[in-house]
C-alpha cells in the first residue's frame, strides 16, 4: 500500500516572501502522479500542481512549483511571492497510474499555510 | 464545464431519518468517488465506481448506500446514522482510464447528525 506523509502540521509565511512544504511517499510502483491539493475554508479541494512520475523535469504552475526527487521519493511544493489567497491546507496526494478504472487518491495529513500581511 | 456540484451543501438530519446526498458532473468523466472528511483531517476514501459499476467499498457500514444512476450522477443514501457519522462529504470525478490524472472536486456537503 502507499503511503504519503507531510511533517510539517503548520507553516506560516510573510506576504510576498517564499515558503515550501514537504511530502515524502512510499510505493513500489514506478508509474504514479503526484498531486497537490488545495483546500481553502470554502471547503473545496483545489488542484494546485501535478507531477507525473516518468517525467523529470519539476513541474511549474505559475507561483508554484514542486522539487521532485524521484529517487528519495519527495514532493516539495514551493510557494513563490505568497499571497494572503494562498492561505489553506495543503494536501499532498499520490495515485497509481496502473490500476485501470480505480484511480483513487492517496492523501498526506496535510499541511496548514497561514500568510501574514 | 469542469464543475463537480454537489447538493445540498448543508444537511442535518436525526438518527432515524432517511436522506440522500447528490453529486453530479458534465465532464465525461467514468470514474466517480465519495470521500469522508473529518475536521482538520484528509479525506478518507468510501467508495469508487467505475463505468456506473461500484468498483471499491472502504469496507464502509450499510447505513451508507451509494447509487451511481448514471455516468453523470452518484448519489449517496444516508439511513439510521450515527453522530460520529457527522464530517464533510466530498464527491469527487475523473477519468477511468489512463489519459488524464487529475480529479476534480466538489464543493462538498457539511452533513450534521443530531
Known amino acids: 500500500a502507499q503511503t504519503v506523509t507531510q511533517s510539517q502540521p503548520e507553516m506560516s509565511v510573510q506576504e510576498a516572501e517564499t515558503v515550501t512544504l514537504s511530502c515524502t511517499y512510499d510505493t513500489s510502483e514506478s508509474d504514479y502522479y503526484l498531486f497537490w491539493y488545495k483546500q481553502p475554508p470554502s471547503r473545496q479541494m483545489i488542484l494546485v500542481i501535478r507531477q507525473e512520475a516518468y517525467k523529470q523535469q519539476n513541474a511549474t504552475e505559475n507561483r508554484f512549483s514542486v522539487n521532485f526527487q524521484k529517487a528519495a521519493k519527495s514532493f516539495s511544493l514551493k510557494i513563490s511571492d505568497s499571497q494572503l489567497g494562498d492561505a489553506a491546507m495543503y494536501f499532498c496526494a499520490y495515485r497509481s497510474a496502473s490500476r485501470a478504472g480505480s484511480y483513487q487518491l492517496t492523501f498526506g495529513k496535510g499541511t496548514k499555510l497561514s500568510v501574514i500581511p | ?114
Open chain 2, 1 to 114: 464545464d469542469t464543475e463537480v456540484t454537489q447538493t445540498p451543501k448543508h444537511l442535518v438530519m436525526g438518527m432515524t431519518n432517511k436522506k440522500s446526498l447528490k453529486c453530479e458532473q458534465h465532464m465525461g468523466h467514468r470514474a466517480m468517488y465519495w470521500y469522508k472528511q473529518k475536521a482538520k483531517k484528509p479525506p478518507e476514501l468510501m467508495f469508487v465506481y467505475s463505468y456506473e459499476k461500484l468498483s471499491i467499498n472502504e469496507s464502509v457500514p450499510s447505513r451508507f448506500s451509494p447509487e451511481c444512476p448514471n455516468s453523470s450522477l452518484l448519489n449517496l443514501h444516508l439511513h439510521a446514522l450515527q453522530p460520529e457519522d457527522s464530517a464533510l462529504y466530498l464527491c469527487a470525478s475523473s477519468h477511468a482510464d489512463r489519459g488524464t490524472t487529475e480529479a476534480f472536486f466538489g464543493q462538498g456537503t457539511r452533513l450534521t447528525v443530531v
